[in-house]
């Protein structure tokens, strides 16, 4: 059974197994999305008429107070009858890949760090996405979903490439530390989230600064080749923090993007060694102790929560524009459900 829901004159069906956003982003029509767990608050929209249920929203993203005022979180709500939406303070029209459902095959399992794999899937089909852009992974034989950045560009759109850090315990962790194996096929949702390149009409060329933490690395890899493909000589400075140098990886593959376009930096940031040809510390202290002035520079954050607010504020101090300011957290996969 399904039931209509509208935005902006844009009318689709919402099946009773669908979120609001689910349906809007399987139709083409763009929504604002990140975490699709209930706990960012991104695609929080107006509900201005109709009926909704709210499903598995958090009272601590999605208030008491907010509920009665009409407000709802797309990614856990669903419609009890027809209904109508309003996007809050966003301009409908942006460009969006449909979501859509694929089964790929494990092609490589490698372990490139400590604690940490590169896992590649092979499509039947491209998926359309941007840099910067995750899949959702049903992980076999438990109807659990986790969800994963890619670190590809958008041209490379039939072997996705993931790269997963093992957490104890995790559900994911298990299969892909464990039984994962070439010739695995595995199903995957995508593309969803918010944190990816502009359209390239809309790039300037603007310096940009990338800070990831840990495999936070894998969609800045996809945004910086991306970003300077389109302006070769753009100036880009990408920090990527760990904690020993056990934990770094594509060391080798960032020094050819430096050998190849003069404008990039990489510069590696140990938290808990100190290392000859590394820094050490915390990577958003670094880049406010490089950068004296990053007014009309683009921010690019990934990693934690305590790594992206600190980049936030390491941003602002070095005066960005908070328009400019791109971020992307993320919690272990079994704390939230969901894991980078």
Request: proline share 5%; charged share 25%; net charge negative.
């Amino acid at each position: 059974m399904a039931t209509a829901i509208s935005v902006s004159g844009r009318r689709v069906e919402c099946t009773d197994d669908q979120s609001m956003l689910e349906a809007f982003l399987r139709a083409g029509i763009w929504m604002p999305n990140s975490c699709n767990q209930g706990t960012c608050g991104t695609c929080k929209l107006q509900v201005v008429c109709g009926e909704v249920d709210h499903g598995g929203s958090p009272l601590d993203t999605l208030t008491a107070e907010e509920r009665a005022a009409g407000l709802a979180l797309a990614c856990q709500a669903r419609p009890l009858a027809e209904t109508e939406v309003a996007l809050r303070g966003e301009e409908m029209g942006r460009t969006t890949h449909v979501l859509r459902d694929l089964t790929a095959t494990v092609v490589e399992v490698e372990e490139i760090a400590r604690d940490t794999r590169r896992v590649l899937l092979g499509l039947e089909e491209p998926l359309a996405f941007s840099a910067g852009q995750y899949v959702e992974l049903l992980v076999p034989g438990t109807g659990e979903r986790r969800q994963y950045s890619l670190a590809n560009t958008a041209e490379e759109d039939k072997v996705l490439e993931l790269h997963v850090r093992r957490i104890p315990g995790g559900v994911a962790s298990e299969w892909l530390f464990g039984a994962a194996a070439v010739g695995d096929r595995v199903e995957v949702r995508g593309p969803l989230g918010d944190f990816h390149v502009p359209d390239a009409d809309e790039d300037d060329g603007e310096p940009m600064v990338l800070i990831g933490g840990g495999t936070g690395l894998a969609p800045l890899l996809g945004i910086a080749r991306t970003a300077l493909e389109r302006h070769p000589d753009r100036t880009m400075v990408l920090y990527h923090g760990v904690r020993t140098a056990a934990d770094l990886y594509d060391t080798d593959r960032l020094a050819e993007l430096a050998a190849t376009y003069r404008g990039f930096n990489l510069v590696t940031v140990l938290s808990r060694e100190s290392v000859p040809g590394h820094r050490s510390g915390y990577a958003p202290d670094a880049f406010v102790d490089d950068i004296a002035s990053a007014r009309g520079w683009s921010g690019w954050l990934c990693g934690s929560p305590a790594l992206v607010e600190a980049g936030v504020k390491a941003f602002k101090r070095r005066r960005m524009a908070p328009r400019l300011i791109h971020r992307e957290k993320f919690e272990p996969a079994d704390a939230v459900g969901a894991g980078n």
